[in-house]
Every structure is written in C-alpha cells, then in structure tokens.
C-alpha cells in the first residue's frame, strides 16, 4: 500500500481481475470487475474507513474506481467499471485516487480517534469502540456504555475534542511490534486483527491507538468536531 506516501503512483502491475466473481485474463470496455495490483495508493476498506475512489488507467485504458475492498484480509481489490479500451493481466497502470474525498475521510478518521478518548474520559475507561464508519461526510461511533449519554455530557465531550484540534498537536506515527505498543499505552481495537508489526497514531498525549488508516499531520487540521 503506497497511500501513506502518495496519492498517485505509476507503473501499477496489474496480477489479477475478478470478473462476475471469477478470475479472467482480460476484461472489456463495458465491464464491470475488480482489479488487484502488485501495488495501490488506493485504500482499501477497513478500520471503519471507506475505500478510496478514483481511477486506474494507460494510454486508451481507462477503469473507473468506485470502491476499494479488501480480500482475503490483505489483497487491495479496485472495484469499478472499464470505460475505455481493454484491460488484461500483466498490463501496467497508473492510479490516481480522489484526493478531496480522502482528504475530507482523514479528517473524520482523526476526530474518531479523538472522540475514542473523550468518551473514555467523560464516561469512564469501560468504553470500548464496537465499530464505526469514517466516511468523507461525516463519522459514526458505536461503543459499549450503560445508559444513554446525557446532553450535558455530551457538550462536554464534544468540547474536549474542539480542545485537541485547536491544541493542534502533530499526529505521530510509530511502527513497533505489539507489545511495545502496549506499553507504549496503544489501545487496540475490537475486532480488528494487527500482526506482529503495527502501526501506532499518537496525537498529542491524548490518543493514542493501534490503527492502519490514513490520518491528518496534525490535529488542527480537522479544524471543527
């Protein structure tokens, strides 16, 4: 995944393409399929965070990017539509994802993390996230609690997240095995998988969590919550 790095990259091998759910070797201008590269800058769906869109193309080649799924827990799979030309494996693309539309998800991604940690300060440590969606339009959060939220706590949560942003603290990310990561105070996830290696965002000394998503450089970027 190249994403963290760059919007657009080229040379993109393509190895396989799904067409009705069944590998083909070549696909045509009309079709609709999933095309897997050797390498992406498009993010694929996890975390919460809805796959990036955008194109994947070559000279008279043309395949529009609807989503970003993925396969088999690792395997990046562009989901769209051919609109010109044809496209087979072993062609070589360049891919360019819809920048504003992840630039607006990576603001609702960062503020998720944040919100995490005011819920788990106003309401008590015994909130656990339960799933949420980071969209470009907006963010939704389940987690675990006891009673509904009252509306003063949630102005005061709410208040607590506009305090981050504006402190404008970098977004740090670590890569280290996980238990350092524990010990370095992430909080991992419900019901997501990490490998041996992860990846840590620290925002200040606020959040802190084990997360594969894409993010701001600094808090202050998310602008309102």
């Known amino acids: 995944f190249l994403g963290y790095e760059a919007h657009a990259a080229d040379s993109l091998a393509v190895v396989a393409i799904l067409k009705d759910g069944l590998p083909v070797d070549v696909i045509a201008a009309g079709d609709a399929a ?26 008279g080649v043309l395949f529009n990017v609807s989503d970003t799924q993925k396969f088999a827990g690792q395997f990046h799979g562009h989901v769209g539509t051919l609109e010109q030309g044809t496209l087979k494996v072993g062609d070589s693309l360049s891919g360019a994802i819809d920048a504003a539309r992840r630039g607006a998800t990576i ?12 819920l788990r300060e ?45 402190a404008n603290n970098a977004a740090e990310v670590h890569h280290m095995g996980m238990q350092e990561a524990l010990d370095f105070g992430a909080m991992a996830l419900f019901g ?18 084990l997360c594969g998503g894409t993010h701001v450089s600094r808090t202050g970027d998310i602008g309102l919550f």
């Open 107 to 118: 603001l609702n991604h960062s503020a998720t993390h944040l919100l995490h940690a005011a």
């Open 34 to 59: 999933i095309v897997f590269t050797a390498a992406t800058p498009f993010y694929a769906e996890s975390g919460g965070q809805v796959g990036d869109t955008g194109a994947l193309s070559a000279a």
């Open 192 to 209: 997501e998988k990490y490998g041996e290696n992860v990846r840590v965002l620290k925002m200040g000394d606020y959040s802190t969590e």
């Open 122 to 166: 106003v309401l008590g440590t015994h909130v656990q996230q339960k799933g949420s969606l980071v969209a470009p339009d907006r963010l939704r959060f389940d987690f675990s609690h006891f009673q509904p939220i009252t509306a003063d706590e949630l102005a005061v949560i709410e208040r607590k997240v506009n305090e981050q942003i504006r």
